[in-house]
Structures are given as C-alpha cells and as structure tokens.
C-alpha cells in the first residue's frame, strides 16, 4: 500500500475541561448520565461496523496496563483481534498473540512499518504517546468524544505539545448522551 493511502487518527474520550483522566489515572467519569433530546443513537450494529473499518491501534504502555486492569476486572479487551502496538522501553505482560511491543523512533514505527501496511491507524492514547505522536507531525486527523462533565484536574489531552497545531473541523456530531464527537484534520 502506497503510504499517502494510510490515515492515522488519534482517538481519545476527554472531559469538558480537557483532561482524559484522572490523575492517578482513572477515568470512572466517562460514566455519565446527560440526556440530549435532539442527539443520535449509538446502536450496538453501528459501533462494531465502525470498529471494523480500524486495521490497527497504536498505545503507550500506561493505557496498555489499565486496558489490561479492565480485562482483570472482566472487562473484556476493547481492542479485539486487531493488531495492537504498544510503545515501550520494559517488559510487560503479553496476554494476546495480536500484541506487539515497540521501543525507540516513533516516527521510524508509523512511516516504515504501519503505513506501508495499514490503511486506518489509530492512535488511542494516552497523552504522551498522542502528544509525541503530532509533534513529530504523523497524525492525520483528531477525533475526539467528548463527555458531558467537568473534573477539574487530572491528565491533559496531549503532554507536551511545542507549538501551536491548526486544524480544520471536518465533523460535529451530538448524541443522545449527550457525547459531542468532534473530527478534525490536522492542517499542520
Ligand atoms: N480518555 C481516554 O480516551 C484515554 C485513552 C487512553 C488513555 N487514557 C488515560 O491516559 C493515561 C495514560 O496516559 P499517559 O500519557 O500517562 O501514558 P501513555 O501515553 O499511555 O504511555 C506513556 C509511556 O509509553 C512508553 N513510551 C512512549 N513513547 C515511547 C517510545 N517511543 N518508545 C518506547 N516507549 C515509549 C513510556 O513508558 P515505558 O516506561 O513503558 O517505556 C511512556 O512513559 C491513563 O490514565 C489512561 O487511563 C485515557
């Protein structure tokens, strides 16, 4: 595949106030209970076409260890047999076949091994890999859900960004939770 086929999105849930987690890292909050008369539905069908459409998932190794504390829990792998790449410099846990571990040039990772091979790259979190992913300029677009609460402090959406990022809104959609799910493209 020609690398200019590829799309890398970066996706992340965040609060009103910009934060994708708490700062000793949960996210409970996404648990809301607004209701917005005018908002679509989100039915089961449409969410898992959507996530078909996703050829890999790209993620820092501290959102790999709370998606692993979810499956603990019982809840389940959100990721399914999709390719999974997690950055790190340790040893963690590999609990599927689908799970890679990657250490080193992010850029080198995304322009030399994902691209050539995938068409929809998503980067799912968390902060410091989302933040070194658009500063070293890889992401294509942001998609971003945001939740109907306030948390006042906690983990910001991208760690050390070092300049201005413009960007073009491409969708607005509101849903009857009252999610907004916004898409930008990034314009550089
Ligand atoms: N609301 C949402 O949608 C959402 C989504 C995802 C995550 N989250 C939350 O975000 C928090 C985690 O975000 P975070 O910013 O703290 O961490 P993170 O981005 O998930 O992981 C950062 C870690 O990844 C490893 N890493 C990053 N770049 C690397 C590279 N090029 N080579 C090797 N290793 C690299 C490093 O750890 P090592 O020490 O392993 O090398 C680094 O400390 C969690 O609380 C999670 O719940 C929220």
């Known amino acids: 595949m020609a690398i200019n086929d590829s799309r890398v999105t970066i996706h992340m849930a965040a609060s009103v106030d910009g ?3 708490r700062k000793d890292g949960r996210v409970d909050w996404l648990e809301t209970s607004d209701g917005f ?3 679509d539905t989100m039915d089961a069908g449409s969410v898992e076409a959507f996530l078909k459409t996703i050829d890999c998932y790209v993620m820092g ?3 790999y260890e709370i998606a692993l504390s979810f499956g603990a829990k019982g809840l389940g792998w959100p ?3 999709k390719p999974t790449f997690v950055l ?3 040893e963690l846990p590999c609990t599927r076949n689908t799970v890679e571990f990657y250490s080193g040039d992010l850029a080198q990772l995304v322009n030399g091994r994902l691209r050539p091979t995938f068409r929809t790259i998503w980067f799912v979190g968390g902060s ?3 933040g070194e992913c658009l500063r070293l300029g890889l992401a294509d677009e942001i998609s971003l859900s945001i939740l109907p609460v306030l948390i006042g402090d906690g983990v910001p959406f991208f760690e050390k960004l070092d ?3 413009s960007l073009h809104l ?3 959609k509101a849903y009857k939770s009252g999610m907004v799910e916004l898409r930008y493209e990034v314009r550089g």
Do not use: L
Request: proline share 0%; with cysteine; hydrophobic share 40%.
């Open 128 to 130: 410091a890999v989302c």
């Open 163 to 165: 300049r201005d990022i």
């Open 61 to 63: 190794s501290r959102t």
């Open 79 to 81: 990721y399914g047999d």
């Open 19 to 21: 934060f994708i987690a």
């Open 88 to 90: 790190t410099s340790r």
């Open 170 to 172: 491409a969708q607005v």
């Open 37 to 39: 008369a005018g908002g």
